[in-house]
Structure formats: structure tokens, C-alpha cells
């Protein structure tokens, strides 16, 4: 073998303990997209809970009330 084989055998990535990284297949998990104009309550729901999870207080909205206000606001929506 030579040098050069024996580099990239000796850079290989390795995790914390030393062993090599294990490499895992990737999975292709087939995803159906939908647009709409219009969402229902549920659909308010869960978007308000993960835009309040996702922004600062400063832009969250105290009440689903408040989201669907903001949301009316809006110019051609699409979702």
C-alpha cells in the first residue's frame, strides 16, 4: 500500500471512542403537497402553537384569536 493509502485510511472520521462512523442508508420518505387558500381550526391550531414555539415572545400571538387576525391580514395566501 501506499502512502497515500495509508492517509486516508488514518484520516477516516471517527467518533469520540475512536470507531469508525457508522453510515446509515438514507431513507426516502415519499411527502404528498397539498396548497390551499384556506386552513381550518385545526390547521390554525397547530401552525399558531409552532409559530409560538419558534418565535420570540415579541412576535408570538397571545391568542389564536390574534394569529387568525394576523392571517387575515395577509394577501394571497397560500399554504
Keep these: 500500500m501506499n502512502i497515500c493509502g495509508k492517509i486516508a485510511t488514518f484520516a477516516k ?3 469520540v471512542s475512536g470507531n469508525p462512523f ?4 438514507q431513507k426516502t420518505i415519499p411527502m404528498k403537497i397539498v396548497k390551499q387558500t384556506e386552513l ?7 401552525i399558531f402553537e409552532l409559530w409560538n414555539d419558534e418565535y420570540p415572545e415579541k412576535l408570538a ?3 389564536i384569536v390574534d394569529f387568525e387576525n394576523y392571517l387575515s391580514k395577509l ?3 397560500n399554504h
Design 40 to 46: 381550518n381550526l385545526k390547521q390554525k391550531e397547530e
Design 13 to 15: 472520521p471517527r467518533n
Design 61 to 63: 400571538n397571545k391568542t
Design 22 to 25: 457508522r453510515t446509515h442508508e
Design 75 to 77: 394577501t394571497e395566501q
